[in-house]
């Protein structure tokens, strides 16, 4: 009996080894499975050197409508400090931008959207007592006047680059003034315009493929304007900004197309 309690135990011996050993086989094949994984995944934008010329375009973008798409759910939810929080997400773009005058420009925007929360938050000491809290946090001039030319940003002067002139610009439509705007396309390619102008100013925007096919129109009020579509084949679109109201207005563009040109 002794015999086999020792057989036994070795036989249970062996088995947990082997086990053990089988445990360790298993989890040294997933982790070296993960790893081609995780080199086989990684797309091209995001390898050092191989970096897409629209990916700080669509970035940005991205990054702006998400902020916007934000702030408007928190205005219907009437939440003010949401309001701001959400307005100021934008600042991050504008640290990283080539040009001062599109810097000034996305901040005019988001101080505006800034003094809309305030206004919503009308009496209520609370709500703006956490407004003060969050912009006491952010790099944002709310002293300055809007549609002036100073620094709205106190970091303006650190811009680092990173989006072609042609991708990121800044337009003045004078009243009642149209700017149109060529971009090359490419059916492999999403293509995006996104434009920002101050709200209730009564611009709009539209864009159609070089045959004429219309491929949107955005007039909404709010003054963020965006377009997405997959061009049907390569060639230019014609984009269209107009300023519809008895005032000069500045405009944004950006797009992750060239433009070919504009007038």
């Given at each position: 009996?002794?015999?086999?309690n020792i057989?036994l135990?070795?036989?249970?011996s062996?088995?947990?080894?082997a086990t053990?050993?089988?445990?360790?086989l298993?989890?040294w094949?997933?982790?070296?499975?993960?790893?081609?994984v995780?080199?086989?995944?990684i797309?091209?934008?995001?390898?050092?050197?191989?970096?897409?010329?629209?990916d700080?375009?669509?970035?940005a973008?991205?990054?702006?409508?998400?902020?916007?798409?934000?702030?408007?759910?928190?205005?219907?939810?009437?939440?003010?400090?949401?309001?701001?929080r959400?307005?100021?997400?934008r600042?991050?773009?504008?640290?990283?931008l080539?040009?001062?005058?599109?810097a000034?420009?996305?901040?005019?925007k988001?101080?505006?959207?800034v003094?809309?929360?305030?206004?919503?938050?009308?009496?209520d000491g609370?709500?703006?007592?956490r407004i003060d809290?969050?912009?006491?946090?952010?790099?944002l001039?709310?002293?300055?006047?809007l549609?002036?030319?100073g620094?709205l940003?106190?970091?303006l002067?650190?811009?680092?680059?990173?989006?072609?002139?042609?991708?990121l610009?800044?337009?003045a439509?004078?009243p009642?003034?149209?700017?149109?705007?060529r971009?090359?396309?490419?059916s492999?390619?999403?293509?995006?315009v996104?434009?920002?102008?101050?709200?209730?100013?009564?611009?709009?925007l539209?864009?159609?493929?070089?045959n004429?096919?219309?491929?949107?129109?955005d007039?909404?009020?709010?003054?963020?304007?965006?377009?997405?579509?997959r061009?049907?084949?390569?060639?230019?679109?014609?984009?269209t900004?107009?300023n519809d109201s008895?005032?000069?207005?500045?405009?944004?563009?950006?797009?992750?197309r060239?433009?070919?040109?504009?007038?």
């Amino acid at each position: 009996m002794r015999f086999i309690n020792i057989e036994l135990s070795m036989r249970e011996s062996t088995n947990g080894v082997a086990t053990a050993i089988k445990i360790g086989l298993q989890f040294w094949c997933l982790v070296s499975l993960l790893a081609c994984v995780s080199q086989d995944s990684i797309a091209p934008g995001a390898v050092p050197g191989a970096t897409s010329k629209s990916d700080p375009a669509d970035h940005a973008a991205e990054i702006l409508e998400a902020a916007y798409a934000e702030y408007d759910e928190a205005r219907l939810a009437g939440d003010a400090p949401a309001m701001v929080r959400a307005a100021v997400k934008r600042l991050d773009i504008s640290k990283r931008l080539l040009s001062p005058s599109v810097a000034t420009q996305l901040s005019e925007k988001t101080i505006e959207m800034v003094h809309q929360a305030r206004a919503s938050a009308a009496d209520d000491g609370e709500a703006l007592t956490r407004i003060d809290e969050i912009l006491s946090e952010v790099d944002l001039d709310l002293t300055k006047t809007l549609g002036g030319s100073g620094d709205l940003f106190g970091n303006l002067g650190n811009l680092t680059g990173s989006l072609d002139s042609e991708q990121l610009t800044t337009y003045a439509l004078i009243p009642g003034g149209t700017r149109l705007i060529r971009l090359r396309i490419s059916s492999d390619n999403g293509a995006i315009v996104y434009v920002e102008a101050p709200a209730h100013s009564g611009v709009t925007l539209r864009v159609a493929e070089d045959n004429d096919t219309p491929v949107c129109r955005d007039a909404s009020q709010h003054g963020v304007l965006i377009c997405r579509w997959r061009p049907t084949h390569d060639g230019v679109a014609n984009v269209t900004i107009k300023n519809d109201s008895a005032v000069e207005v500045s405009v944004l563009l950006i797009t992750n197309r060239p433009i070919v040109s504009d007038s």
